[in-house]
């Protein structure tokens, strides 16, 4: 019997184990012990497997020769020449055979589901190509592992795996160029402050490898190039910021960010990083503003830094980002975008209206209710069509007026909504011709967001039929 026990006071020690060409036996033919064999198969083991039946892929792999079979009842001499064993069958008694017989013969053993049998555990792992991260909690809360698992499957991005290739592809010439420890770690850390990891995330993979060999040539003096990335902060709400906006958050040491960005999305990002604040406002020169937030991007691109400018919604959607990204690529600064959640779409989900439901909507226009160029009111009236209309809580009266003397229906439903996704979200509901007098009535305010068209008939029924409650009045015209 095994002396290991739940409540010992010392931790297990990680180890990462080279099993190529290694034997290891796998007692049990389920769906547990395919999963098992097929790990073991990734890292090159010889698999044996004793059971009497076998679940469908573990039967294919038995069948092509790629794992050997075992039958009939469990026995000692099956362990001769093993290196490793793995407990899996439906059978705890079995399985508790097994592990003693294995742990007889000092051969680690892990049975499944049976941590005071087991001499070592099988962790929750996070893999991106040689990069492995372990979970463990010694057999004593595995769903907590997977938890903490998936919190780092959301953590790590998918380019490591091409960092990892990378570095492996090059060990022998980084050991031969940088042979004393302390200039290795040197470059190495200036490496992955640099561009690599950067273009890596893009999928420039031709570039990684020129940026990597520059870094080598020039070695761990080189300077680090700066960057901007333009980052949609989506509707406000941080849980709808993307998994690849929260880790260039983290990695940023400059954040420029709009005036709607709120705390809540600016917590997430690294604590040292330099926050400014450029968000444009009522009587202020736009243009002006605009212009100074590009000297900043280009001032500390230039200084080396990784430039977050961090915009609420997708920044290519009225928003500045197009201008933005034009005077990037006049300056020569490297950049990429990872566009965000825009209000429209989580304004329509806060409401629960489909923009694009195929019984009454053919299409969806978004629209600026404010900007340089004239709306064109008769392309707008299109009745098939669902309007989705920004920065229009100032602009109602002009909005239906023009609306209805262009053709669309003044009973055209309507609902706007206010701070969508945020705690104070309100959402009003009208018909076209009532909707500026109710929001003026209910002080419907910035930042908002209006639906017009067929589809905005079920934001009321919708939100009355929702399980928790809804911030703010839920109106209807009579």
Not at 25 to 50: H, I, N, P, S, Y
Not at 234 to 256: E, H, M, N, S
Not at 314 to 342: M, N, Q, S, W
Not at 453 to 465: D, I, K, L, P, T
Request: hydrophobic share 45%; aromatic share 4%; charged share 25%.
């Amino acid at each position: 019997m095994s002396s290991y026990s739940q409540s010992r006071p010392t931790p297990l020690l990680p180890l990462f184990i080279d099993l190529r060409g290694r034997t290891v036996l796998v007692v049990g033919g389920g769906g547990v012990a395919r999963r098992k064999v097929g790990m073991l198969l990734e890292a090159g083991a010889r698999v044996t497997v004793a059971a009497t039946t076998a679940e469908p892929t573990l039967r294919k792999w038995i069948d092509s020769g790629r794992v050997r079979r075992l039958d009939g009842a469990f026995d000692a001499t099956w362990l001769d020449d093993v290196w490793l064993v793995i407990a899996a069958s439906r059978d705890q008694a079995l399985n508790r055979s097994v592990a003693d017989a294995a742990q007889a013969r000092r051969i680690f053993v892990n049975a499944v589901d049976d941590a005071e049998a087991s001499s070592f555990h099988v962790p929750a792992r996070v893999r991106r190509g040689h990069l492995q991260v372990a979970v463990s909690t010694g057999g004593t809360a595995p769903v907590l592992a997977q938890r903490v698992r998936e919190r780092l499957e959301a953590e790590l991005d998918e380019s490591l795996s091409g960092l990892t290739h990378l570095l492996a592809r090059e060990r022998a010439r980084i050991r031969w160029r940088f042979p004393q420890t302390g200039r290795r770690r040197r470059f190495f850390q200036s490496l992955l402050d640099g561009d690599v990891p950067r273009l890596l995330r893009t999928r420039d993979h031709a570039g990684a490898q020129i940026a990597f060999d520059l870094a080598f040539n020039d070695g761990a003096s080189a300077p680090r190039n700066g960057s901007v990335t333009l980052v949609g902060a989506g509707p406000g709400d941080p849980g709808l910021l993307t998994l690849k906006a929260l880790r260039v958050l983290q990695d940023a040491d400059v954040i420029v960010h709009d005036r709607l960005v709120g705390p809540d999305i600016l917590d997430l990002a690294r604590r040292d990083a330099e926050r400014i604040d450029v968000g444009k406002r009522v009587g202020e020169d736009h243009d002006a503003t605009q212009a100074r937030i590009h000297a900043l991007l280009l001032q500390h691109a230039r200084a080396g830094r990784h430039v977050v400018r961090l915009q609420g919604g997708d920044p290519l959607v009225f928003g500045r980002g197009g201008e933005e990204l034009e005077f990037l690529r006049a300056h020569a600064i490297p950049h990429e975008v990872i566009p965000g959640i825009t209000a429209a779409l989580a304004c329509a989900a806060a409401a629960g209206v489909a923009l694009t439901d195929r019984r009454h909507a053919h299409g969806v226009t978004l629209l600026a209710a404010r900007g340089n160029a004239p709306i064109d009111y008769r392309g707008a009236a299109a009745s098939d069509h669902t309007l989705a209309v920004y920065m229009g809580a100032g602009e109602l009266p002009l909005l239906s007026q023009e609306l209805v003397r262009h053709g669309r229906a003044a009973s055209t439903p309507c609902v706007a909504v206010e701070n969508g996704s945020l705690p104070n979200q309100r959402l009003l509901a009208s018909t076209l011709a009532e909707l500026a007098t109710l929001a003026h009535e209910h002080s419907i305010r910035a930042p908002a967001l209006v639906i017009i068209g067929e589809v905005a008939a079920h934001a009321v029924q919708a939100a009355r039929c929702r399980s928790h409650a809804i911030d703010g009045a839920i109106t209807r015209a009579a």
